[in-house]
């Protein structure tokens, strides 16, 4: 019984930084993993950086080097810097918990548009 609220979204230029913020609520505890999703119009939603329970991270080849996913240091916002920002950035994103196989929970996304 995990909530995720999404901020942080915003309408930049090529070459900007954002930095989204995921607010998580109820049973933190209980999620393992955490990440972050976009869906860009006509596209499928994919993944783009996942941060486990563990400390690891991983990112989509497209961002790496570019985006970087974190907890605060108090464990309930997990956090995606992005920079260098390209137009093929814009998307919704949506924040991911996961508590277990077969249990996710979603945020509601926030809308990242990246100008030429």
Not at 7 to 36: E, H, K, N, T, Y
Not at 61 to 89: H, Y
Not at 95 to 109: H, I, L, Q, S, T
């Amino acid at each position: 019984q995990v909530q995720l609220v999404e901020s942080g979204g915003g309408s930049v230029q090529a070459g900007g930084s954002l930095r989204l913020s995921c607010a998580a609520s109820g049973s933190i505890f209980s999620i393992r993993d955490m990440g972050w999703y976009r869906q860009a119009p006509g596209k499928q939603r994919e993944l783009v950086a996942v941060l486990t329970s563990g400390g690891s991270t991983n990112y989509a080849d497209s961002v790496k080097g570019r985006f970087t996913i974190s907890r605060d240091n108090a464990k309930n916002t997990v956090v995606l810097q992005m920079n260098s920002l390209k137009p093929e950035d814009t998307a919704v994103y949506y924040c991911n918990a996961v508590e277990r196989p077969g249990m996710d929970y979603w945020g509601k996304g926030t809308l990242v548009t990246v100008s030429s």
